[in-house]
């Protein structure tokens, strides 16, 4: 069964940096498109960064220039480095990813527990 784990959530100072992970397990024969999605409280989930199988990248208006997504096939695993930090990036982080099983199988979504990063005002 796949699953997908984020870690690398935390607290941090106004204009500082994390960096999250979130790696795939289980057995994995593809995975496509991935992205980073983040839930303030009482706000909606939102999209923050998507990355391509082949590295095509696309971000919100409100972390452009300061996150960076990213990948590695061989590990199957995703990045999101986050700097300059602001208190309006405080939310829970969810990894997502369409992952297909085997070759005869077709691709499903799979979401990650998600992990908290915290920016004090």
């Known amino acids: 069964q796949v699953q997908l784990v984020e870690s690398g959530g935390g607290l941090v100072q106004p204009g500082g940096s994390l960096r999250l992970s979130c790696a795939a397990s289980?057995?994995?024969?593809?995975?496509?498109?991935m992205h980073w999605y983040r839930q303030a409280p009482g706000k909606q989930r939102e999209l923050v960064a998507t990355?391509?199988?082949?590295?095509?990248?696309n971000y919100a208006d409100s972390v452009q220039g300061r996150f960076t997504i990213s990948r590695d096939n061989a590990k199957n695993t995703m990045y999101l480095q986050m700097n300059n930090l602001r208190p309006e990036d405080t939310a829970v982080y969810y990894c997502?990813?369409?992952?297909?099983?085997?070759?005869?199988?077709?691709?499903?979504?799979?979401w990650g527990q998600g992990t908290q990063v915290t920016v004090p005002s």
């Open positions: 997502n990813a369409l992952i297909r099983e085997t070759s005869r199988t077709g691709a499903l979504q799979y």
């Open positions: 289980g057995s994995i024969f593809a995975i496509y498109g």
């Open positions: 990355i391509g199988s082949g590295g095509y990248t």
